[in-house]
């Protein structure tokens, strides 16, 4: 299988929509920009799942299918091609290592869901993977995604664009925010949280790395690609550590009908530790701190900017 994902969206998709990046001095119409960019994420996801599976009996297939495709905000992957545009990155490259961060993403989704973790029956408006493919598929599907967002990304096509140093650094870097260095870690100091006091800082870094993680993997993807210089991935990295914790916040303050729920489990979530006042003023801090650090860059800057607020004002 040689170069998958630039082959499985059209050349001219890609082009299109890469253009519409906001040319200086015109402003940005971030809705516009989620929404041409997940239409993006949704091709190249939907033809790979459906190109790349010969071999996968059917079930595991769609239930891989359903956990990835239809719903999801894209999130993640759109913040790497934002980067990625923004420090003028290779098109193809960037969308395999989008692709592949939304596939790690929706494997943490579906392992989340599970009864031994947080026994959720709906994911993204619908039943959850292993509620409609039942346990041992939903665990296997999780597994698959995984593993195939990491067949990507080392693809040796891949390598070639990109040159075998990069290429192993990227890998690396994914391997870690998503591992137990990272997403994992965050998953497991939540359960030593159970029936603890937790305190708003021990929050923070609890989602520093069970949300933060790959967000941060995800900007810092788009900018690595880019080549960015080392003072400019610290900025990118420090923009998107505020973004991520600004995103879990935000989460909760959304979620907040789901503390009763927590509480009931015994885990704290930073609304219930701080309460909706304090949580409010943290996103906005956030906020500010996210535009400090790529204030440098002025109107290069502008659709980043504009994530930010995307992602801080989903509470107001
Ligand atoms: C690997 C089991 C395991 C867990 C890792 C990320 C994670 C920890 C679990 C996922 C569940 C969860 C609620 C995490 C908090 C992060 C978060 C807000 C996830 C939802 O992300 P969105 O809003 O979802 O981007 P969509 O559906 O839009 O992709």
């Known amino acids: 299988m040689g170069y998958h994902l630039t082959t499985a969206v059209s050349k001219k998709k890609i082009n299109n929509v890469w253009h519409q990046t906001n040319a200086a001095g015109t402003a940005v119409d971030i809705r516009r920009y989620f929404r041409e960019r997940k239409s993006l994420m949704d091709t190249a996801l939907n033809q790979y799942l459906k190109s790349n599976s010969p071999k996968i009996t059917p079930l595991l297939h769609q239930a891989m299918c359903y956990s990835v495709l239809d719903a999801g905000k894209r999130f993640r992957p759109i913040l790497t091609l934002a980067v990625g545009e923004m420090f003028g990155a290779k098109r193809a490259p960037v969308l395999s290592f989008a692709c592949a961060i939304e596939l790690i993403h929706c494997y943490s989704l579906i392992h989340d869901d599970l009864p031994s973790l947080d026994n959720d029956d709906f994911r993204r408006g619908k039943l959850s993977c292993h509620k409609r493919f039942g346990e041992a598929i ?179």
């Open 138 to 316: 939903a665990l296997l599907a999780g597994d698959a995604l995984l593993t195939e967002a990491f067949f990507i990304v080392s693809d040796p096509a891949l390598a070639r664009v990109l040159g075998d140093s990069l290429s192993a650094k990227l890998i690396r870097e994914i391997s870690e925010s998503a591992g137990m260095r990272g997403m994992i870690n965050g998953q497991s100091r939540e359960f030593e949280l159970e029936n603890c006091k937790v305190t708003a800082d021990i929050l923070e870094d609890l989602d520093r790395l069970k949300t933060g993680a790959l967000i941060t993997t995800a900007a810092r993807v788009g900018a690595m690609i880019g080549g960015a210089m080392h003072k400019d991935l610290d900025r990118i990295t420090r923009y998107a550590q505020s973004l991520g914790l600004a995103f879990q916040i935000t989460d909760d303050i959304l979620d907040e009908h789901e503390i009763s729920k927590d509480d009931h489990k015994g885990i704290a979530n930073y609304l219930s530790v701080a309460g909706k006042a304090k949580a409010n003023e943290r996103v906005q801090s956030l906020f500010l701190q996210c535009l400090k650090e790529i204030e440098p860059y002025g109107k290069a800057a502008e659709t980043l900017r504009e994530i930010a607020r995307y992602v801080t004002d989903r509470t107001l």
